[in-house]
């Protein structure tokens, strides 16, 4: 199993965290993620966020799991604010956890990731 832990108060502002696959800090993700894409009908990933409510000062804990088809290839979350200069719109709501695309570029990038081993 893999398991990446953080302690921040940044989590309230940002709702997700990368997990560099092109990095030897992150060998053991890029080998799990191999495995669980390899295994696709008897795997699923987990995750869980355990902190603390802001307001109310109890632990909060919320889990879910996503089965191998729910993946897709993302480039980074869809701009709720549009910006012209230092000036930002009034916030599209329906763009909150969309997420954007990745080129086939870049999924041929990952792809190459999942198949060739690139670190010892």
Not at 41 to 66: A, F, P, Q
């Amino acid at each position: 199993m893999y398991k990446q832990e953080f302690n921040t108060p940044l989590v309230e502002l940002t709702w997700f965290f990368d997990i560099r696959l092109d990095t030897p800090e992150d060998t053991v993700a890029l080998q799990h993620l191999r495995t669980l894409l390899g295994n696709p009908e008897t795997t699923m990933i987990r995750v869980t966020v355990v902190g603390v409510d802001s307001d109310s000062g109890n632990l909060v804990h919320v889990y879910k799991y996503y089965r191998m088809s729910a993946l897709v290839y993302g480039a980074g979350f869809s701009n709720v604010y549009q910006w012209e200069g230092v000036k930002r719109s009034k916030p599209n709501w329906s763009n909150f956890n969309r997420v954007d695309s990745a080129t086939s570029q870049e999924q041929n990038i990952v792809n190459t990731l999942l198949i060739d081993p690139i670190f010892p």
